[in-house]
């Protein structure tokens, strides 16, 4: 895994009620991605650190409200670090808390009082086994995340 090179994928929520919620991905690499190391949940960032070339979210600042790992283990702000724990969590973020029961060929789910289970998660802190982080958008920047991330619905052009 020397040869690996390594990234994030950002997923970037537009807080803006104009925009319906939408969402956005980017890919983070290079310098850019050793500038996220180390930060936590809940920190601000500037935007400039974000995209690669002409797409960067220039006066931008966002905030990290969480990700997961390059095994899909959701990160928990209340844990410390970055290393994989495993707590015992009631129905809330990384475990629903219902049970699902088939009755008479139909699925029903119940939430049973007091139903709690051991999860593993993720800490707080972004590291090298990072793969996704989200972002929301506390200040908005000149050109708005429409344009800066036009939609790629039809073919993607390609430069050879």
């Given at each position: ?8 994928v ?19 690499s ?27 979210l ?34 809330s ?9 088939n ?21 707080a ?36």
């Amino acid at each position: 895994m020397a040869g690996e090179k390594s990234s994030f994928v950002t997923t970037i929520n537009d807080t803006d009620p104009s925009n319906n919620g939408k969402s956005y991905k980017c890919t983070i690499s290079g310098t850019n991605y050793n500038q996220l190391l180390g930060k936590t949940i809940g920190d601000a960032i500037d935007g400039i650190f974000i995209g690669e070339g002409e797409i960067t979210l220039a006066g931008y600042t966002l905030e990290i409200s969480g990700g997961s790992d390059k095994t899909g283990t959701p990160m928990r702000n209340e844990l410390l670090g970055g290393a994989l724990k495993e707590i015992l969590v009631t129905a809330s973020q990384g475990y629903k808390g219902h049970k699902i029961v088939n009755k008479k060929s139909k699925r029903y789910r119940y939430k049973p009082d007091g139903l709690r289970k051991r999860r593993t998660f993720r800490g707080a802190t972004i590291t090298q086994d990072t793969r996704q982080i989200n972002l929301k958008v506390v200040k908005h920047g000149n050109k708005s995340l429409a344009e800066i991330f036009p939609s790629s619905t039809g073919d993607s052009a390609s430069e050879d």
